[in-house]
Every structure is written in structure tokens, then in C-alpha cells.
């Protein structure tokens, strides 16, 4: 009887595949542009009278992301436009950037077109360059040709010059992608270790003495040292910092690589900090780097380079100040408590960073074939430019998005300047004063397409020099050699 | 009708192979077919479809010949494969052996034989981050029992940096290999002995056979087909080893000592400058020396008896269909 | 054995400890991992970033619990999407693999020797780059979304077919094939009431093979699927694990326990044919 069953099923699943492919046979893209556009009609009530480049209109708004954070703000201003809502579906896709998958899939997507397209998408800061101006920048929309005027509400809400850069196309110099949360970077130190070492927790201070530049920053990593401290948890933190700043990136205007001072000198400051123990040689995200947050690691860890969101997320929770009190709540879950006694919430404060960065960030697209120009424009003004108490970047930076109440740090200094940015965990600094001029104190320039690639193998190398595995010129020969053989980009 | 008898039965062979040939034809003839075109062509970065001969025909294939990263990830790929599979087919066939063979006692031999299949069940990434975390460095624990009992500080007593040392690295990928897959080599060989039949046993039994040579004299013979599929099987997926290292190299890849060549594959293709024309230049390559190794591996196994009761056959065949053709039909 | 020597016993005595030893310490290396997962799948995040491995549960479960659910989908979606692809991929490949195996072991026809050679070709092509060619063919013909781009390749399953056929080679002979004929069945009868049977340790071993790979497959779906109504299990899991700023690691192991649950229950079910001698009393000749 299954085996009936399963025959049957068969072959009407392959009968169905059959006629599904016939269409298919020319192979061309007019194929899936046919199928596509009888599938919308059942959509849409009446067929408009469309030019064959454009997609009819439908009532289907199309948002891929990578996490549903801006998913929630689409739907956030669908909440407060209840007149948009009756008319448009949001149809989201959420393809998480595990594996690489989705880069590919947007791409296809994009390419494919039609009705199924998307019509707001969205770029990580690792890859957003390959949307806005590299080698997928095509697809995207100016925001001009959404009805924005661009150059006018930017001039109203002041967003980082960092953000404003990278999304702009360098082809066109035309704006096609804003970010709204701000990711310049600080350096986030131990106040207790502060008084202990250099006599003081206040910010302007520290700052003094951990920079401006390296050669400060590694003569307090010395100070530091004496009474047994770390001054950082692993060369990656340090790394952040060194590749946010440097004048140029990994690729030329040819596209070759090149390998700027800056970042050569990497070398030895990672060598350095082995060597001299000036770190507890940690990687980000594993346990040892968590435990410097708790300040449960080898050697006390006096500071991390980084935006508020790693504040916020992962040194937040990771302080080791949360302690189970035995109880239990309504569903059974042991309940935490703040205990300041443990752990190193509230000893933290940040200060401006020996050398500008920023880490992260989301920059919000849409394609330059939707059929939603309008509704994308709004959506993206709600989201990255406007300024007044309803907008996202208020809400955001704020805390009013989340049950938390976390706050965030966001791109307009509009926006920043009637927010409120006191934290807790920083023993109640204002984090704006610091985070504020950091987004300013923060480049592009640097970026390129294939930083994420580079970054690894250059890592890779690093570490082999570092602690003593080969030379500084063999290190960097393998670096130059790996990347032609893996990515094809030759060296300069 | 009476002549279908011994005659037709010939076209079932093609009825039956003809679904096999469609869903190919459907689904994979394309892919491959594009594949194998492309590696002729320039075709780099992303979205583009239009496709370009390359300058000269073979410049990819050259190309990729001359990759110092090519060559290092060959030697890898293989050497992973074998320090992986020479102990996991040993140990398969021991326990194979044990939990197969009637006349030694084993209490809870059935859960044994289920429970060393599980590791294979769970996916490739929850196995890298357990295993990531596990040989942590300078914290995790592998390392705090290395430190803790004095077997090895380090510097600054943090242990041992594992995914920074390319012995060690590999040592945990070929580990996290065998561990994956003997289970499931053994759950194979099992169904294998299971199929012999059983009455072969009862009479070398009779016979006064011991445990050692029915085991070589009977148990390995029976087996040999799906011993040659073990070894056809895990060498094709040896050679297209990816996620495990694909996923530790997240965690250390110290001097490409984790590259593999499908690693290296998915690089070219979907990394850097998206050289899909290299990409599938190398996969082409990989594709001829899997097949060759494969040929190799047929020919110095093959089952000698097989080929001459192949032969046999035929001929056997022959004379029938003479007999065929002497008598008009056949009959006992 | 009633005539063994007692050095004969005493050396089986030491073999069977030995046995033990080994067998315990591989059964202790195959539990643990899922033991860590699911003791994960009760703790906090924060607790698991600063000590992933624990053997000690905590109790963190329902909040866990309320993290996968507060997120866009459905665990039940995913379930279904799962069970749904493993079930029926796994149905199409098993019974077309024997069918083209036996295709192969039971006739005589000319092409069979260079078919045979073309499955196992076939076989051997690296997947890496030939994904590609698979993306585009289906974004071509409109097919994404659609489960059965999941499904349907299973039916040309070569591997499986090299297995079937090497099994056939073992254990299968042509009498019995030969008898059947003899008493009038057809070839197509014979296959399903006979040979299927007969298969059957090789069906479940190479099911439990082809489920396993198929619940877990992830790279395919994760760029075919991208409606949250077809999302699998897997899926599910990655998108947990791919948000970058604040990963709920807790949740991931949940969800992760939740995946390989129902993975488990369908392989003590079909292990009864690897546990068991299933004799083959039919195939004797």
C-alpha cells in the first residue's frame, strides 16, 4: 500500500516538474520573466498598462535582510502609516550571512528580477561596498530617484560622514545607501585598573594616555604591564583599530593589493604584544575573550576597542555581573540578578580611541527596478534620515525599540545631540560625548570590496610571524602569494 | 506470447535505469554541463552570465596548475583523507568483526552498533563549534586539563595553541573526521555481513572453522563489493572534503594548513574576483583525478571470479541464443 | 564448544573485556556531544559564550524556548518543511536507486556496462562549482521556493545506486529472480514483492544515510529558500546563528536539540535492521 502510495506521488510530482519545466526549455530569462508575471496577476486585481522593462505593480513589498532588525522597523512604520499598511504586504526574507549564503542569494534575486525581487535590501558593513559602489552597485536605486532629497535632509540630520561615504557610488557620486545606527568606535577601559595603574578613571585622561596614536598606546600598554595588567585581550582588538584607520586599503585603484604602512606595521605591534605580553593572546568571540570582559581572564584585561552595539550586546552580557539567585521565575527559568559585587558591570568607561575606526553597521538599499519607488523612499527616510521623535534613529538610540530599553548610538548627530546616552554599565557616562565625535573621527576611505577575504589570510600570517613561526618577510610574501591564488587580485 | 520467455528481458534493464536518466537529465546534466563550459571561458565576477572563450583554450586549466595554493591544498586533501581513513576502516571492521561474529557473548552489542552511528547525525557546524571550543586556546578544555595536571603550560601557562600549529589542526580535522564517519562505515559493512547468508557460516561452523578464519575466509570475501564501495565512496568524499575544514578555518587555518581543495574551489568561486572560469577549471581537474584514482582502485580490486563469471556469461548467452536460433526456442 | 581448552576460554574471557573497554570508551566519545547539546539547550547565552561546555544542566530552558519563538517563524513550519523534503527525497531515492541497481544487476543488455561507468562518473563531480550551474537553472526556470527542487534530484542518486548494486552483487542471486519468472511473475512484480524485501537491510542503512543527509542539508536551502513559509529546520538554526551582533546561543542549541530529535527516533526505527540479523532465508538458493 506505501509503495502505491510513493508510486503514485511520484509520478505526480514528476509530471508537475515536467510541465513546469516546459516554459523553461529556451533557457532565456523571458521564460521566468512569463511564469513570474502570471503568478503576480493572480496578486493583483487589474494588469496595469506597463512598459515591458518595468514589473507591474503589485501590493507586495519585498525586504531582504540579514537579521530581522530591519525587518522590525519596516514593520514599525507600518505601524504608524496604518493607511500604507492596508494597502502593501511586507514580504520579508531573512537569510542569515552564515556560510556566505546571503550574498548569493541577494544577487540571484537581484539579477532575476521580476515580481519576486526585492524591493528594500540591506548590506552589512562588511559587504555593503559591493552593493553600493563595487561589482553589484548596478541594482541599486539614487535615493534621489526615490524622491529624497538627499543632499537637503542630510544637511538636516548631519548623518556620519563615514556612513554618507560608503554609501555612496563612487561611479555616479550619487547616495544609493544610509545606515542608521553609528558603529565609530572607542576604547572601552576598566575604571578600577584606570585608578590602580594611571591614577584616574576620567575619560579626557585616559585618553591622553593611551594616545593619540601607537607609540602612546603601547607606552601605556607598558605601565599597564608593571602591575601585571593587559592592555588589550588579543591583537584583534587592536587589529579593529588598525584597519578602521589607515589611509589606504587592501586594493589600489587598479585593484591591486597593496599593503598600506599602516597595516604592515601591524606586524610588529601584534609581534610586540606577544612577545612583551602585553595581551592575553585571545581571539575575538571565544570564551577567553569573554572572560577578559568578566575580567576573569590570565591577566587582568584593561580595554577593548569598540562601537556601542558591542557595549550593548556582548560586553553587556558577558561582564559576568549577572548571577542566578536561586529563584525561579513563572516558567521555570532561574532568575538573574545584577550583582555589582561580581563580575565588572559599571567599572567601565570609554574614551576616544588612539586612532579613529568604526566596526559594523547596516546600510539600507533599494533596487533601481522597483515598482514601489515612492513607499521605498519613506520607508528609507523613516529610517536613516528623519530626525524628529518618531523616527527610527530616536527610537533607536533612545532605547524605546527594545523591552530593555538598551540604547544605541546612532549615524545623525542631529538625532545624537537631543538624545540621552547614560549607561549603567559605564558607572553612568554619557556615552554620546565619546561616541559622538567618534563617528566623525571614523573613515571609508579604507574600505574595499574584498576586505573580509584579505582580512583573514592577513590575519593568518600575522599570527604565524607573531609567535615566531616565520619571518616578517616570508609573512609577507605568503600573504601577497595566498591572496593572488585564492581571490585572483595580484599584488601591486 | 509464449516467446517473451528468455528473449526480452533485456529492454527491463532499460525501462528500469530510465527515471535515474531523467532526473539526471533534468537536474544535474545542466549544472554540470555549465560547469564544464565555463572552465573555458573568463567568466569572473558576480552576476555576470555572459560567457567569453578564454584567450587561449586551456589558460585556466593552466592556471590553476600552476597555484601554489592548488598544489598545497591537494597534498592536504589527501593526506587528511588518509590518516582519517586507514583507522577508520580498521577500526569498522574490528567492531564489524566483534559485533557480527555469533560465538563471542557481547551484551548490548545491538545499542553499541547503533549509538557510534549517532556522531554522523548531527550537522557539521554544531561538530565545529563543539570541537572549536574544546581545544580552545587560551581557555577551553582540553587546554585547562593540560595545564591543570602540569602535562603542558606554554607561555605564560595558557596552554597549548592548537588551531595556531598546522600538525595540531590537522590532527583535530582527520580526528573529527574518523569520529564522524567509522560509525557509519561500520553500520555499512554490518548490512553488508547481515546480507551473507547465514547457512555459509553454520557449515564453516561445522567444519570446525575458528572465529580468525571465518572471518578472513568468509566475512571479507562476502563483503568485498561494499568494501570497494567504502573505499570508492569515502575516497570521492575524502577528496571533496569541505564543511569541517571550511568551518575550523574560521577558527585557525595556521599557513593553509586546513585548506582543502573544495575549500580552495569555494574561494575561487565565491570570494575575492568570483573566478568562476578557475573555479570550474579546478573542479574539472579534481573531477579527472577522482576518476583516475577511482579506475585505479577497480582495477586492483576487482573481483578476478567476477570477471570470469562475467565472462562466462556472455558466453553462456551466445550459446544460448544459438541454440535459439538452432531450436526456435528455448526450453530445459 | 564444548571441547575448548580452558586457555581457549581464558583468551575469549580477555578478548570480550577488551571488547567492553573499547566499545564503552567509543560509546562515551558518541554520546557526549549530544549530551553538551542538549545540556546548552538549558543554559543562558551569556553562560555558554564564557564556558560552552558544560555538563551540568541549568535552567534556562523555557526562556530558551521563548527566544525561538519570539523570532519571525514557526518551529512547526520548520518541522513540517523538514520532514516533508527528508521523507519524500528519501522515498524517491531509495526506490529508484534499487530499481536502477537492480536494472544493472539482473539483466543482460547492451548499454549496461557503460551506464553503470556513467553512474559512477557521474558520482565522482565535485559539488562545489556545479552548485552554481544548480542556482541558475532553477532561478532561470522560477523554481525557488518550491520544495520540490529539493526533492526530485533525489531520484538520480548514484551513490546510492553504486551501493545498491554492490549489495545486489553480494547477496542476490538470480535463482530466485529465475523461480519467480518460472512461476509467471512480471519483472516489475517480482522487483517490488521479491527484491525490495530481500533489500531491506541495505534500504534501511542506506535510508537512515539519505534522511540524515537530507534533514541536515542546509547550503541548498539556504539560498533556494528564502519564503519563511519553506523554511527548514536547519534554516532556522542558522538564522539564530547569523545574527551578528547579539547570537542567542541558548536558543541555537534548543533549536538544535529540537532538529536532531526527531533524526534520532527515525534511526532506532530503522535500526532494527542493522541490529538484528535479518536472515535472508529467501535468497537461498
Redesign the interface.
Known amino acids: 500500500m506505501k509503495?502505491i502510495i510513493?508510486t503514485a506521488?511520484?509520478l505526480g510530482?514528476?509530471v508537475?516538474?515536467l510541465a513546469?519545466?516546459t516554459?523553461?526549455t529556451p533557457?532565456?530569462?523571458d521564460?521566468?520573466k512569463d511564469?513570474?508575471a502570471t503568478?503576480a496577476s493572480k496578486d493583483t486585481e487589474a494588469s496595469k498598462d506597463t512598459e515591458a522593462t518595468k514589473p507591474e505593480e503589485d501590493n507586495i513589498l519585498n525586504v531582504?535582510t540579514?537579521?530581522?532588525e530591519v525587518?522590525g522597523f519596516v514593520a514599525d512604520y507600518m505601524k504608524s502609516h496604518p493607511d500604507v499598511a492596508a494597502k502593501y504586504e511586507v514580504?520579508?526574507?531573512?537569510?542569515?550571512?552564515?556560510?556566505?549564503?546571503?550574498q548569493?542569494?541577494l544577487?540571484?534575486?537581484?539579477?532575476?528580477g521580476?515580481a519576486?525581487a526585492p524591493d528594500l535590501y540591506t548590506a552589512?558593513s562588511a559587504f555593503v561596498f559591493?552593493y553600493t559602489t563595487g561589482?553589484?552597485s548596478q541594482y541599486a536605486a539614487t535615493y534621489k530617484s526615490l524622491g529624497i532629497d538627499v543632499d537637503k535632509e542630510l544637511g538636516e540630520s548631519k548623518n556620519a560622514d563615514y556612513t554618507v561615504e560608503l554609501g555612496t557610488r563612487k561611479s555616479d557620486g550619487e547616495i544609493v545607501g544610509l545606515n542608521f545606527q553609528a558603529t565609530g568606535g572607542a576604547f572601552i577601559y576598566r575604571r578600577s585598573i584606570a585608578k590602580d595603574v594611571f591614577g584616574t578613571d576620567d575619560p579626557d585622561a585616559i585618553a591622553k594616555e593611551v594616545g593619540p596614536g601607537w607609540d602612546k598606546f603601547f607606552e601605556a600598554a607598558k605601565k599597564l604591564k608593571e602591575k601585571n595588567y593587559v592592555i588589550c585581550s588579543g591583537d584583534g582588538d587592536v587589529w579593529h583599530a588598525v584597519e578602521g584607520s589607515s589611509e589606504k586599503g587592501w586594493l589600489d585603484a587598479d585593484g591591486k593589493l597593496i599593503i598600506d604602512p599602516a597595516r604592515e606595521k601591524f606586524l610588529d605591534y601584534s609581534k610586540m604584544m606577544i612577545d612583551e605580553?602585553y595581551c592575553?593572546?585571545?581571539?575575538d568571540w571565544?570564551?577567553?575573550w569573554?572572560?577578559d570582559m568578566?575580567g576573569t581572564?590570565?591577566?587582568g584585561c584593561f580595554g577593548f576597542f569598540g562601537p556601542a552595539?558591542l557595549i550593548?550586546?556582548?560586553m553587556g552580557?558577558?561582564c559576568?555581573s549577572?548571577v542566578?539567585t536561586g529563584e525561579?521565575d513563572a516558567?521555570?527559568?532561574?532568575i538573574?540578578k545584577l550583582d555589582t559585587s561580581v563580575g565588572t558591570y559599571g567599572d567601565w568607561a570609554i574614551c576616544t580611541s588612539p586612532v579613529g575606526f568604526f566596526w559594523?553597521g547596516t546600510w539600507v538599499l533599494a533596487n533601481k527596478d522597483t515598482d514601489k519607488a515612492a513607499l521605498c523612499g519613506d520607508i528609507i527616510r523613516y529610517i536613516t534620515l528623519d530626525t524628529s521623535k518618531d523616527g527610527i534613529q530616536y527610537k533607536f538610540a533612545n532605547g524605546l525599540l527594545n523591552d530593555k530599553g538598551t540604547k544605541d548610538t546612532v549615524a545623525s548627530a542631529t538625532v545624537t545631540a537631543i538624545s540621552d546616552g547614560k549607561v549603567d554599565f559605564l558607572g553612568g557616562q554619557d556615552m554620546l560625548t565619546v561616541f559622538g565625535p567618534a563617528q566623525a573621527y571614523a573613515t571609508a576611505k579604507n574600505k574595499t570590496e574584498?576586505d573580509e577575504?584579505?582580512n583573514?589570510v592577513w590575519r593568518?600570517?600575522v599570527?604565524?610571524y607573531a609567535?615566531g613561526?616565520?619571518s616578517r618577510e616570508q609573512a609577507i610574501a605568503?600573504f601577497k602569494?595566498?591572496?593572488n591564488?585564492?581571490?585572483?587580485?595580484e599584488a601591486a | 506470447m509464449d516467446k517473451r520467455k528468455h528473449i526480452s528481458y533485456a529492454k527491463y534493464g532499460y525501462i528500469f535505469s530510465i527515471p535515474f536518466v531523467i532526473a539526471f537529465l533534468i537536474f544535474s546534466l545542466y549544472p554540470v554541463f555549465y560547469t564544464l563550459v565555463i572552465g573555458f571561458t573568463d567568466l569572473q565576477g558576480i552576476g555576470k552570465t555572459e560567457l567569453h572563450l578564454a584567450k587561449t583554450p586551456f589558460e585556466n586549466f593552466i592556471s590553476i596548475f600552476n597555484n601554489a595554493s592548488f598544489k598545497k591544498a591537494l597534498g592536504n586533501t589527501a593526506s587528511l583523507w588518509i590518516c582519517n581513513f586507514i583507522p577508520q576502516l580498521g577500526v569498522a571492521l574490528l567492531l564489524t568483526a566483534w559485533y557480527t561474529d555469533k560465538r563471542m557473548k557481547i551484551k548490548g552489542k545491538g545499542l553499541f552498533k547503533i549509538i557510534f552511528y549517532l556522531p554522523n547525525i548531527i550537522t557539521a557546524a554544531s561538530v565545529a563549534i563543539l570541537f572549536k571550543s574544546l581545544f580552545g586556546y587560551p581557555m577551553g578544555p582540553v587546554n585547562d586539563f593540560l595545564t591543570r595536571f602540569n602535562l603542558y603550560q606554554g607561555t605564560d601557562g595558557r596552554g597549548f595553541y592548537f588551531f595556531n600549529d598546522k600538525t595540531a589542526t590537522r590532527a583535530v580535522i582527520v580526528f573529527i573526521q574518523f569520529w564522524m564517519w567509522y560509525g557509519y562505515t561500520m553500520v555499512t559493512l554490518v548490512s553488508a555481513v547481515i546480507g551473507i547468508d547465514p547457512g555459509i557460516f553454520e557449515a564453516a561452523e561445522l567444519d570446525g572453522a575458528n572465529r580468525w578464519q571465518q572471518f578472513w575466509r568468509i566475512t571479507i570475501p562476502c563483503i568485498r563489493p561494499i568494501m570497494l564501495f567504502v573505499l570508492v565512496t569515502s575516497m570521492i568524499g575524502g577528496l571533496n572534503m569541505f564543511d569541517i575544514p571550511q568551518l575550523i578555518n574560521n577558527a585557525g587555518n595556521p599557513d593553509g594548513a586546513s585548506l582543502t581543495v573544495n575549500v580552495f574551489i569555494y574561494a575561487l568561486a565565491f570570494k575575492g574576483k568570483y573566478q568562476y572560469n578557475k573555479a570550474a577549471a579546478a573542479s574539472v581537474l579534481m573531477f579527472i583525478l577522482i576518476v583516475a584514482i577511482s579506475l585505479a582502485l577497480f582495477f586492483f580490486l576487482r573481483d578476478k571470479d567476477e570477471v570470469a563469471a562475467r565472462k562466462a556469461r556472455k558466453r553462456d548467452m551466445k550459446e544460448r541464443k544459438m541454440q535459439e536460433k538452432v531450436y526456435g526456442k528455448a526450453g530445459f | 564448544m564444548a571441547q575448548s581448552t580452558l586457555s581457549k576460554k581464558q583468551n575469549n574471557r580477555v578478548l570480550q573485556v577488551f571488547v567492553y573497554i573499547v566499545s564503552v570508551i567509543l560509546l562515551i566519545l558518541s554520546i557526549m556531544p549530544f549530551w553538551i547539546m542538549f545540556v546548552n539547550a538549558t543554559r543562558a547565552s551569556e553562560d555558554i559564550q564564557q564556558h560552552a561546555i558544560s555538563l551540568l544542566p541549568s535552567g534556562y530552558i523555557s526562556w530558551n524556548w521563548g527566544v525561538l519563538n519570539g523570532k519571525d517563524f514557526s518551529v512547526v513550519t520548520g518541522f513540517k518543511n523538514s520532514l516533508i523534503i527528508s521523507s519524500c527525497a528519501t522515498a524517491l531515492s531509495v526506490y529508484f536507486s534499487c530499481l536502477t541497481a537492480y536494472a544493472i544487476s539482473a539483466y543482460e543488455w547492451k548499454l549496461k556496462r557503460p551506464f553503470f561507468s556513467f553512474i559512477m562518473a557521474v558520482m565522482m563531480i565535485p559539488g562545489t562549482v556545479t552548485m552554481i550551474g544548480f542556482y541558475q537553472m532553477v532561478y532561470k526556470i522560477g523554481m525557488t521556493n518550491n520544495l520540490l527542487m529539493l526533492i526530485l534530484p533525489a531520484i538520480a542518486n548514484p551513490m546510492m545506486v553504486f551501493f545498491m548494486r554492490q549489495y545486489m552483487e553480494a547477496s542476490l542471486s538470480m535463482e530466485i529472480v529465475e523461480s519467480a519468472r518460472i512461476d509467471g511473475a512480471r519483472e516489475f512484480y517480482t522487483f517490488n514483492k521479491i527484491i525490495i524485501p530481500i533489500m531491506k537491510p541495505a534500504i534501511a542503512t542506506q535510508a537512515i544515510f539519505t534522511f540524515v543527509a537530507n534533514w541536515n542539508n542546509l547550503f541548498i536551502p539556504l539560498v533556494l529558500l528564502t519564503d519563511k513559509a519553506n523554511y527548514t529546520m536547519p534554516l532556522m538554526v542558522s538564522l539564530l546563528n547569523g545574527d551578528i551582533y547579539k547570537v542567542e546561543h541558548g536558543a541555537v542549541y534548543l533549536a538544535l536539540s529540537l532538529t536532531v530529535i526527531p533524526l534520532i527516533v527515525i534511526y532506532l526505527i530503522l535500526s532494527r535492521y542493522i541490529v538484528e540479523g535479518v536472515a535472508m532465508g529467501s535468497v537461498k538458493g
Open positions: 509503495k510513493a506521488l511520484t510530482l514528476a508537475g516538474t513546469a519545466c516554459p523553461s533557457a532565456t530569462t521564460a521566468s511564469t513570474k503568478e531582504w540579514f537579521t530581522d525587518q514580504k520579508k526574507t531573512v537569510i542569515a550571512t552564515t556560510e556566505g549564503a546571503y548569493p542569494a544577487d540571484q534575486a537581484l539579477a532575476a521580476g519576486d552589512e559591493k561589482s553589484a605580553g592575553n593572546d585571545t581571539a571565544t570564551e577567553a569573554f572572560a568578566a581572564g590570565p591577566k552595539w550593548n550586546y556582548t552580557d558577558n559576568g549577572w542566578p525561579k516558567d521555570g527559568n532561574d538573574k559594523g574584498s577575504d584579505i583573514s593568518d600570517q599570527r604565524q609567535h613561526d616565520k605568503d602569494s595566498t591572496v591564488d585564492k581571490y585572483g587580485i
